[in-house]
């Protein structure tokens, strides 16, 4: 069964320091990863996908992740942190029959000045 | 500003009352969910229309009652709720309900239900 893992439920930086947010899937059949931020008193939203094509994928507000294969890996990156990063992120994998999306707990994201 | 709408922002009702809760995509989505989130945690899928049939209920308590109009607008019906059920309620649609990987979901900002 497809399950998806967040390491760190809570994870501080600096302004302008690296972020990352780590995931790790578990799946019976080639996966489909996503990120989704969910910025406070809002619904989620999509930062980036991954479909299978290029391992390494650019996303929205500067954030990017790298699919490993090897590692079950799917983690979320950004060079430089900024304030108004700060949000909770979603990790999530399709079901094996693609009709659901598998959640991860979230990490939650401080960032401090 | 998001592309899919859902009022009322904030609703609180008694658990005896009947409400219902609206939300409007006019993107051309033909895949409409609800999902119910927790605070600091992740969204649970309640119900899935495809082309305006269901197609998943995940089996979710009768006092919940979706409602499909047309392709554009999704209702959830509440009725005799708990303190419990009290929840962000969040909307979403997709291009297609039964391909994650070509169609993410776009969520709208939810209703907050209080439930006294």
């Known amino acids: 069964a497809q399950s998806v893992t967040q390491l760190g439920s809570h994870v501080s930086v600096s302004e302008g320091a690296l972020v990352l947010l780590r995931c790790n899937y578990s799946?019976?059949?080639?996966?489909?990863l996503f990120w989704y931020v969910q910025y406070p008193n809002q619904g989620l939203q999509l930062l980036l996908k991954?479909?299978?094509?290029a391992t390494l994928v650019k996303g929205i507000n500067g954030f990017e992740a790298e699919f490993k294969k090897s590692e079950t890996s799917f983690h979320l990156t950004k060079p430089s942190a900024h304030m108004s990063d700060a949000a909770e992120y979603f990790c999530a994998v399709t079901s094996g029959n693609n009709r659901k999306l598998i959640w991860g707990l979230g990490t939650s994201l401080a960032v401090n000045p | 500003d998001t592309e899919v709408t859902q009022t009322p922002k904030h609703l609180v009702m008694g658990m005896t009352n009947k409400k219902s809760l609206k939300c409007e995509q006019h993107m051309g989505h033909r895949a409409m969910y609800w999902y119910k989130q927790k605070a600091k945690k992740p969204p649970e899928l309640m119900f899935v229309?495809?082309?305006?049939?269901?197609?998943i209920n995940e089996s979710v308590p009768s006092r919940f009652s979706p409602e499909c109009p047309n392709s554009s607008l999704l209702n959830l019906h509440l009725h005799a709720l708990q303190p419990e059920d009290s929840a962000l309620y969040l909307c979403?649609?997709?291009?297609?309900?039964?391909?994650?990987?070509?169609?993410?979901?776009?969520f709208g900002n939810g209703t907050r239900l209080t439930v006294t």
């Open positions: 799946s019976s059949v080639p996966p489909y």
């Open positions: 991954y479909t299978s094509a």
């Open positions: 979403a649609s997709s291009q297609d309900g039964a391909a994650y990987r070509n169609s993410p979901l776009h």
């Open positions: 229309y495809s082309y305006e049939k269901l197609s």
